[in-house]
């Protein structure tokens, strides 16, 4: 394979600049993305190990369906950013709005700033990581999968959680539906440093003692424990 191309995205329909993507993704190992103008649906069903860098914001569902591959976003990203992707990483390197990582099976998912509602919605597996805020019904009918906020968390967190995690450095407003707070062990320190420190988030040791574990209260909160 090739090294790079750019393409300049700005007389492109997210369709025509979706095509080209997976028409390059097969010869070239990265494509630079210029001129993006926050159109939504960029990078949707990229099945090919390229990287991506989109130098601008991304509108709605940037990454979608993402399947291998890596996706850099070096501006802010819409709604739902990650939807349903099953494996590879895309990094917002900066806000993000409601729905980030929404119904994921695998991959990680990173935005260094704050983001919207309802974050990890109905995910399944994989990581999603969140360097500022995230905002109400934060893992909501969550089924899978770990959430690391590094801000605060709004009200009624993991409401109506299945199954995962959420680890919260900051203040939970509130907890939603079967979802109950738990101590951090070692185990979870230590695999929140490794990843943290992966994606060059610098924390103080004495930061990960003050890490908040939200798990499920029970697998079973419909029909019974």
Excluded: C
Excluded at 81 to 98: K, L
Excluded at 154 to 174: K, P, T, W, Y
Excluded at 177 to 197: H, M, P, Q, R
């Amino acid at each position: 394979m090739a090294n790079e191309i750019e393409i300049d995205a700005s007389s492109l329909t997210p369709r025509e600049l979706n095509s080209k993507i997976k028409e390059y993704a097969k010869k070239f190992d990265k494509i630079i993305i210029k001129n993006p103008g926050a159109e939504h649906y960029l990078v949707a069903g990229l099945v090919d190990d390229t990287s991506i860098v989109i130098e601008g914001s991304a509108g709605y569902f940037a990454g979608t369906m993402l399947d291998k591959g890596n996706i850099t976003i070096n501006g802010n990203a819409g709604w739902f950013v990650g939807d349903n992707m099953t494996s590879g990483e895309i990094v917002v390197n900066g806000s993000a709005g409601d729905g980030a990582g929404q119904g994921i099976y695998g991959g990680t998912v990173v935005v260094r700033k704050g983001v919207g509602s309802r974050t990890g919605e109905i995910m399944k597996g994989g990581t999603v990581i969140i360097g500022g805020d995230s905002g109400f019904m934060t893992g909501i009918f969550m089924m899978g999968g770990r959430m690391i906020i590094l801000g605060n968390l709004g009200a009624d967190a993991a409401e109506s959680i299945i199954r995962g995690e959420i680890f919260v450095l900051g203040d939970v407003q509130s907890l939603g539906k079967n979802a109950i707070i738990i101590d951090i062990t070692d185990d979870d320190k230590k695999e929140l440093k490794e990843i943290l420190e992966h994606y060059d988030f610098e924390l103080d040791d004495e930061d990960y003692d003050k890490f908040t574990k939200i798990i499920p209260e029970s697998a079973r909160p419909i029909y019974g424990k």
